[in-house]
């Protein structure tokens, strides 16, 4: 009985020993020589992995920023400046701090500013609505509504209002990581400057319909009349096909576009209201 | 025992209801829409400015590319302006639009009803002036018929086989222009086996249109080499590779064409469309087209202008039904809704489908319980459960793997299956990524 019990031990003891030596041996022999900077850089990234710097994950952009002599040009759009110059402390190198940026939608057609004239009925995504038709308005440009970019979301920054069926973007949970921008087949959402205080303007529209024609199907749409170039002061706007577009690093947010556009298709965020105007104030002061 | 295809194929209600109707021409429209892309490939360079004045028969736009084909205005007048024009691919494309005025056609244009049976140009001439004619595929794929008989070097046509299969229920186009037209579709398969050096021409059609068997089967005695093949009734028939495995037996390779086989495929409609313009020098500026559907007054098969809107074929026909819910243009398998019915009739029409409110809206998607029926009925034997989960996962890579590019929306899968799953929707999205894939790995 004992003998069994002897020879078991020996016997297990023996391959565990043997095949420790054999483990231990392929370990060093196939070891992975690794940048320990690497654990601690990707220590202070967000974790988030939304791929929004273009590399495969957190670790991969870790290991890009690790590698890279000169990292100006890479960025963390969800960690930000503060995440970056932390990184560049850790690598002793250099970086520059970018204006914040945020998610903006580039169309206002809701329901009551464009008539919707077709029925969709299949799956509700815009990639397949957008290979079958151009939209159940007239307008072939504009936001199909079907929730793509909110899907993609990883941070819940982004819902459907159910009044004007389009996306909005919650200015507190967006990162700019770029996820939606790539998701939406109508190629509405950019990146913008985020602006002081959350201030800019932009156009909100992407048709490039002759006037006319987006007129009469949008009632928000930009018809390319030109007043808001020749009224900015920064030449911050030009107008391509028919379509406006508003430079962030030139313009100013003087707010004069907003006013000189006949279609309210220039949006202005994060403004406090404007005073009344004069003459309104007096009409005010008559009425009540 | 009729011949057909092996492998999947479904038979959905025939609903031919328009026929017993003859071909009846429809009177000009006030204006027509000639989209610039009515083809495959790179859409057609328009050569004409606002407020030109067109004749019938005139070229109005260029091929543009080896894959492209000619477009000729359809009707005489002014052009009214070349503005992009939504069409039935539901997105504003180039068109150009013309004001009618009269009908004077181009004086080369042959418009007698005279038969003329004798084929005097050679083969390379045919090609050339099918090509200046810009015929293309009129079964409804618009394949620029010139390339179609334009054999790459180093391979054979062997056989010509000619499609009056007509498998999308309720469209019978195909099947007047059989009836009515016998004598130059005949002539125009001849044309075709000259152009191709090819002795032997098949017709498939299948048997639901004995009268046109017959027909043409009486007819063919006095045309060498063609001969007429009744085929059992199952769709999709009319696709090309299902149509020579039917009448042949051979099979297409996965990822080949038919001239791997030796056998080149064109519709009844082009091989009219090929006498018209080779023996008559008319080039293609009107089509059949079936206007059909369940509510409607008067189902009826109309000579189209190209670039008529599918508005005035619809009024023809009775009028729009109050309880419409969409309209198909095309059959009920593969056609497409259209946004609005003022989109233009094109080469491709092949027929406009009014579906009543009630049978036109899409039913909830189940869960999957995996019957197979989808991958009995695939008559490319794939297996459209696994496209559609891994569509829904977005592996594309292994779309490819499993022969997804292969596919060709025909719709079996959607139709056969009992939890309404959305099979070819993922499968046509996978396809558009797939093909970004490959495009992206041959650059």
Same mark, same amino acid.
């Given at each position: 009985?004992?003998?069994?019990?002897?020879?078991?031990?020996?016997?297990?003891?023996?391959?565990?020993?043997?095949?420790?030596?054999?483990?231990?041996?392929?370990?060093?022999?196939?070891?992975?020589?690794?940048?320990?900077?690497?654990?601690?850089?990707?220590?202070?990234?967000?974790?988030?992995?939304?791929?929004?710097?273009?590399?495969?994950?957190?670790?991969?952009?870790?290991?890009?920023?690790?590698?890279?002599?000169?990292?100006?040009?890479?960025?963390?759009?969800?960690?930000?400046?503060?995440?970056?110059?932390?990184?560049?402390?850790?690598?002793?190198?250099?970086?520059?701090?970018?204006?914040?940026?945020?998610?903006?939608?580039?169309?206002?057609?809701?329901?009551?500013?464009?008539?919707?004239?077709?029925?969709?009925?299949?799956?509700?995504?815009?990639?397949?609505?957008?290979?079958?038709?151009?939209?159940?308005?007239?307008?072939?440009?504009?936001?199909?509504?079907?929730?793509?970019?909110?899907?993609?979301?990883?941070?819940?920054?982004?819902?459907?209002?159910?009044?004007?069926?389009?996306?909005?973007?919650?200015?507190?949970?967006?990162?700019?990581?770029?996820?939606?921008?790539?998701?939406?087949?109508?190629?509405?959402?950019?990146?913008?400057?985020?602006?002081?205080?959350?201030?800019?303007?932009?156009?909100?529209?992407?048709?490039?319909?002759?006037?006319?024609?987006?007129?009469?199907?949008?009632?928000?749409?930009?018809?390319?009349?030109?007043?808001?170039?020749?009224?900015?002061?920064?030449?911050?706007?030009?107008?391509?096909?028919?379509?406006?577009?508003?430079?962030?690093?030139?313009?100013?947010?003087?707010?004069?576009?907003? &006013? &000189?556009?006949?279609?309210?298709?220039?949006?202005?965020?994060?403004?406090?209201?404007?005073?009344?105007?004069? &003459?309104?104030?007096?009409?005010?002061?008559?009425?009540? | 025992?009729?011949?057909?295809? !092996?492998?999947?194929?479904?038979?959905?209600?025939?609903?031919?209801?328009?026929?017993?109707?003859?071909?009846?021409?429809?009177?000009?429209?006030?204006?027509?829409?000639?989209?610039?892309?009515?083809?495959?490939?790179?859409?057609?360079?328009?050569?004409?400015?606002?407020?030109?004045?067109?004749?019938?028969?005139?070229?109005?736009?260029?091929?543009?590319?080896?894959?492209?084909?000619?477009?000729? %205005?359809?009707? *005489?007048?002014?052009?009214?302006?070349?503005?992009?024009?939504?069409? %039935? %691919?539901?997105?504003?494309?180039p068109a150009i639009t013309i004001n009618v005025e009269g009908d004077d056609w181009e004086p080369s244009v042959d418009r007698s009803p005279n038969l003329k049976k004798e084929i005097t140009l050679s083969a390379q001439d045919i090609i050339k002036k099918i090509a200046e004619a810009?015929?293309?595929?009129?079964?409804?794929?618009?394949?620029?018929?010139?390339?179609?008989?334009?054999?790459?070097?180093?391979?054979?046509?062997?056989?010509?086989?000619?499609?009056?299969?007509?498998?999308?229920?309720?469209?019978?186009?195909?099947?007047?222009?059989?009836?009515?037209?016998?004598?130059?579709?005949?002539?125009?398969?001849?044309?075709?086996?000259?152009?191709?050096?090819?002795?032997?021409?098949?017709?498939?059609?299948?048997?639901?249109?004995?009268?046109?068997?017959?027909?043409?089967?009486?007819?063919?005695? *006095?045309?060498?080499?063609?001969?007429?093949?009744?085929?059992?009734?199952?769709?999709?028939?009319?696709?090309?590779?299902?149509?020579?495995?039917?009448?042949?037996?051979?099979?297409?390779? *996965?990822?080949?064409?038919?001239?791997?086989?030796?056998?080149?495929?064109?519709?009844?409609?082009?091989?009219?469309?090929?006498?018209?313009?080779?023996?008559?020098? !008319?080039?293609?500026?009107?089509?059949?087209?079936?206007?059909?559907?369940?509510?409607?007054?008067?189902?009826?098969?109309?000579?189209?202008?190209?670039?008529?809107?599918? %508005?005035?074929?619809?009024?023809?026909?009775?009028?729009?039904?109050?309880?419409?819910?969409?309209?198909?243009?095309?059959?009920?398998?593969?056609?497409?809704?259209?946004?609005?019915?003022?989109?233009?009739?094109?080469?491709?029409?092949?027929g406009i489908l009014v579906i009543p409110a009630a049978e036109s809206k899409r039913k909830p998607e189940g869960v999957c319980i995996r019957c197979a029926k989808c991958v009995s009925v695939c008559p490319m034997g794939l297996e459209p459960y696994l496209l559609y989960r891994l569509?829904?996962?977005?592996?594309?890579?292994?779309?490819?793997?499993?022969?997804?590019?292969?596919?060709?929306?025909?719709?079996?899968?959607?139709?056969?299956?009992?939890?309404?799953?959305?099979?070819?929707?993922?499968?046509?999205?996978?396809?558009?990524?797939?093909?970004?894939?490959?495009?992206?790995?041959?650059?």
């Amino acid at each position: 009985m004992s003998s069994v019990l002897t020879t078991s031990i020996l016997m297990l003891t023996i391959l565990g020993v043997v095949l420790a030596v054999i483990l231990y041996v392929v370990a060093q022999k196939f070891k992975v020589e690794e940048d320990p900077r690497i654990d601690e850089v990707e220590a202070l990234l967000p974790g988030a992995n939304c791929g929004g710097c273009g590399y495969p994950g957190c670790r991969g952009l870790a290991d890009a920023l690790v590698k890279a002599d000169d990292i100006s040009a890479i960025f963390c759009p969800v960690g930000g400046n503060e995440t970056m110059r932390k990184v560049a402390a850790i690598l002793g190198k250099a970086v520059e701090d970018k204006d914040p940026q945020i998610a903006v939608v580039r169309c206002s057609g809701s329901p009551q500013n464009r008539t919707r004239v077709v029925e969709y009925n299949g799956i509700s995504s815009c990639k397949f609505a957008s290979t079958l038709y151009s939209g159940d308005t007239g307008c072939q440009f504009g936001c199909l509504g079907l929730g793509d970019c909110v899907a993609v979301c990883k941070f819940d920054a982004i819902y459907i209002d159910p009044v004007s069926l389009l996306p909005v973007i919650d200015e507190e949970k967006c990162t700019a990581c770029g996820a939606c921008v790539k998701a939406c087949p109508k190629l509405l959402i950019e990146l913008r400057k985020k602006g002081p205080k959350g201030k800019r303007i932009f156009v909100s529209c992407m048709n490039t319909d002759k006037g006319g024609v987006a007129r009469k199907y949008c009632s928000v749409a930009c018809i390319g009349c030109f007043k808001c170039v020749k009224v900015c002061p920064y030449e911050a706007i030009t107008l391509e096909n028919n379509l406006a577009y508003i430079d962030a690093n030139k313009c100013k947010l003087c707010r004069k576009c907003v &006013e &000189e556009c006949p279609t309210d298709s220039i949006l202005e965020v994060n403004f406090p209201p404007r005073k009344p105007k004069v &003459e309104e104030q007096a009409q005010n002061a008559v009425t009540s | 025992m009729l011949k057909t295809f !092996k492998k999947g194929g479904v038979h959905p209600p025939e609903n031919k209801i328009s026929a017993a109707q003859p071909v009846e021409v429809l009177p000009l429209p006030a204006k027509v829409i000639i989209p610039l892309s009515q083809h495959i490939g790179a859409p057609a360079e328009a050569m004409v400015a606002k407020g030109d004045r067109v004749k019938t028969g005139q070229l109005i736009a260029k091929s543009a590319g080896f894959v492209s084909a000619n477009i000729h %205005s359809t009707v *005489s007048g002014i052009v009214e302006s070349l503005e992009p024009v939504m069409d %039935s %691919s539901g997105y504003k494309r180039p068109a150009i639009t013309i004001n009618v005025e009269g009908d004077d056609w181009e004086p080369s244009v042959d418009r007698s009803p005279n038969l003329k049976k004798e084929i005097t140009l050679s083969a390379q001439d045919i090609i050339k002036k099918i090509a200046e004619a810009g015929i293309v595929g009129l079964g409804g794929a618009t394949f620029p018929t010139h390339v179609k008989l334009s054999v790459p070097a180093g391979k054979k046509a062997e056989m010509l086989v000619i499609n009056g299969v007509e498998c999308e229920p309720f469209l019978t186009s195909d099947h007047r222009l059989m009836l009515e037209k016998g004598h130059e579709l005949m002539i125009g398969i001849q044309i075709l086996m000259k152009a191709l050096n090819v002795p032997k021409a098949m017709v498939g059609i299948e048997a639901n249109k004995p009268d046109a068997v017959s027909h043409l089967q009486s007819l063919a005695k *006095s045309y060498s080499g063609i001969e007429v093949q009744p085929l059992k009734v199952k769709y999709p028939q009319g696709g090309e590779k299902q149509l020579i495995k039917a009448l042949t037996g051979r099979e297409v390779p *996965s990822g080949g064409l038919p001239i791997d086989i030796g056998a080149v495929v064109h519709n009844v409609g082009t091989a009219l469309a090929v006498y018209e313009a080779v023996q008559k020098n !008319k080039p293609l500026v009107e089509r059949i087209v079936t206007v059909t559907g369940k509510n409607l007054a008067h189902p009826s098969n109309f000579l189209v202008r190209i670039g008529t809107p599918v %508005s005035a074929l619809i009024a023809a026909a009775g009028g729009l039904p109050d309880d419409t819910g969409k309209v198909v243009s095309g059959g009920p398998m593969m056609g497409k809704a259209v946004s609005s019915i003022d989109v233009p009739v094109t080469k491709g029409t092949s027929g406009i489908l009014v579906i009543p409110a009630a049978e036109s809206k899409r039913k909830p998607e189940g869960v999957c319980i995996r019957c197979a029926k989808c991958v009995s009925v695939c008559p490319m034997g794939l297996e459209p459960y696994l496209l559609y989960r891994l569509g829904q996962r977005m592996q594309y890579s292994q779309m490819e793997v499993e022969r997804v590019l292969d596919c060709m929306e025909c719709g079996s899968c959607s139709f056969e299956c009992p939890a309404n799953l959305f099979l070819l929707d993922f499968i046509r999205l996978g396809k558009v990524e797939v093909g970004k894939i490959v495009r992206e790995r041959k650059n």
